[in-house]
């Protein structure tokens, strides 16, 4: 089953912060992170692998909530760079198969 | 590195008519996947192979796609008859075996049906 991710869109000035959610019906085993620029391919950003995990990579950062069963991707002092549409994605099982993934949270970074 | 290599990135073909996309991923790449990306939503995965092995093919609209990985290295995925609903990106990625893998996705290939 698809997870959730909230809002669907977001538009922020440079130098603001934004987060965005993840959430699942089902258990979560891990939750993975990617962003995917206008006609390209989604890039990884990050993977949580344990409950109450968190990452951080530059001025992205995530948790995750097992017992929740949901994910928080945090961007923080955004850059231009940062535009793009956000997924979530969660496996079917805990070996990490079938990732599946939402339906994506559109950001729009301003000057 | 050499990254996934998919072809063709575009393809304009008439509704019932047959189309195949081929990818190669990343050299030792265990894990590959066929997802397809509707305009606006995000990938929905369609296969995903383990060498050359089908681990879960339970989405894969069976009547009109099929897919293949032959010596478990290059994919071809292909859809016939074409629906017009069938208008989308089609991106392949791979990963190393395992739960912690990141997935590699290739540039996509661009199906129109008119």
């Known amino acids: 089953q698809q997870p959730v991710q909230s809002p669907q869109a977001v538009i922020l000035r440079e130098g603001e912060d934004a987060v965005i959610n993840c959430s699942s019906s089902?258990?979560?085993?891990?939750v993975h992170w990617y962003r995917q620029k206008h006609g390209e391919a989604p890039v990884f950003l990050m993977i949580?692998?344990?409950?109450?995990e968190q990452k951080g990579h530059d001025k992205i950062s995530a948790s995750f909530n097992e017992k929740k069963q949901q994910s928080s991707l945090y961007l923080t002092a955004s850059q231009l760079s940062y535009s793009g549409t956000y997924f979530c994605?969660?496996?079917?099982?805990?070996?990490?198969?079938?990732?599946?993934f939402g339906g994506g949270t559109r950001l729009m970074v301003k000057p | 590195e050499a990254g996934v290599a998919q072809s063709p990135r575009y393809k304009i073909i008439e509704k019932r008519q047959s189309v195949a996309f081929w990818c190669n991923p990343i050299?030792?790449?265990?894990?590959l996947y066929w997802y397809q990306q509707i305009l606006g939503q995000g990938p929905k995965l369609l296969i995903q192979?383990?060498?050359?092995?089908?681990?879960?093919d339970s989405q894969l609209p069976k009547d009109r796609f099929s897919a293949e990985r032959l010596k478990g290295v290059d994919s071809t995925l292909k859809i016939q008859p074409a629906k017009l609903e069938d208008s989308a990106v089609y991106l392949c990625a791979s990963s190393l075996a395992g739960y912690t893998g990141e997935l590699f996705f290739g540039e996509g290939s661009r199906l129109t049906v008119l």
């Open positions: 050299s030792g790449h265990a894990t």
């Open positions: 089902k258990a979560l085993y891990s």
């Open positions: 192979f383990q060498n050359n092995g089908v681990v879960d």
């Open positions: 994605g969660t496996p079917k099982d805990n070996a990490g198969n079938m990732l599946t």
């Open positions: 949580l692998l344990k409950g109450g």
